[in-house]
């Protein structure tokens, strides 16, 4: 089973029929608008969480692990709200392998072709498909010595894994962002279709990415989860912050 996972809001440019039972993490704002969008797309989500403060996606994806995580512990798809992809075949097989590689217990980055020396994005750089380290918006000729080597993909933020090897690597790298996300999900209350987690304690988790918390500082490191990346060839747009698709 692959769990589809939103984070902060809807997911532009999806096809609908990949979004079966997602679990949406966003905003009280956003609460109603979500749910409606989700409705009509005919996608009812299994859980909508509502953060009373945005902590950054690494306390989002940790929220929704801690939802997910059961005894079939299934291969979360993470997706940031603000993407849309163009072609669905490539994306499709994109997960796909995402997902077989996820269910050995990788952590997986999805890795863009960059279309350009762009200083806006993240990069990825990997050999055989395992990450060798992750770069956060390099300057201009970081970016054009990448761009030009054709080795190096920008970070996309779409990931898949396990739950529980989400829960492990942000329990052992970030025990506090674990922890506060953890207590702020089992003292939170239900109101009806959607789960408020507990405002005190959630305030205690500090603000942080999925890079930041855990890809970058397991990337290279052979004694510790293994990162890796799968090519994602399919349109993709970060369509919340820049227009350039690849």
């Known amino acids: ?33 979500v749910l409606e969008q989700l409705l009509r797309a005919g996608t009812p989500p299994n859980a909508v969480l509502l953060e009373p403060k945005g902590r950054g996606t690494a306390a ?15 291969v979360l798809l993470v ?24 269910r050995r217990g ?15 994005y993240g990069y990825i750089r990997a050999r055989a498909d395992y990450v060798e380290s992750f770069v956060a918006r390099p300057d201009a000729a970081t970016a054009k010595a990448y761009f030009d080597s054709g080795e190096s993909l920008w970070n996309s933020g779409i ?52 890079d930041c918390a855990v890809m970058e500082r397991i990337a290279g490191d052979s004694s510790c989860l293994e990162a890796m990346v799968v090519r994602l060839d399919a349109g993709w747009s970060d369509a919340g912050r820049y227009a350039n698709a690849a």
């Open 159 to 210: 990931y898949a894994l396990r739950a529980s090897a989400w829960i492990e690597a942000i329990g052992g790298l970030r025990p506090d962002v674990f922890k506060a996300c953890e207590r702020a999900y089992r003292q939170g209350k239900r109101d009806g279709a959607f789960l408020r987690v507990d405002a005190p304690a959630f305030a205690a988790c500090p603000a942080q990415s999925i």
């Open 79 to 102: 997706m940031p709200s603000n993407h849309s992809i163009a072609r669905a075949d490539a994306w499709r097989r994109a997960v796909e392998r995402a997902g077989a590689l996820a």
């Open 1 to 33: 089973m692959i769990q589809p996972v939103i984070l902060h809001g809807r997911s532009a440019g999806i096809p609908p029929h990949e979004l079966v039972d997602p679990i949406v993490v966003c905003g009280e704002t956003q609460s109603s608008a």
């Open 60 to 74: 989002a994806l940790t929220l929704a692990a801690v939802h997910a995580v059961t005894a079939d512990d299934p």
């Open 106 to 120: 990788a952590l997986v980055a999805f890795g863009v072709p960059p279309a350009a020396p762009l200083t806006q």
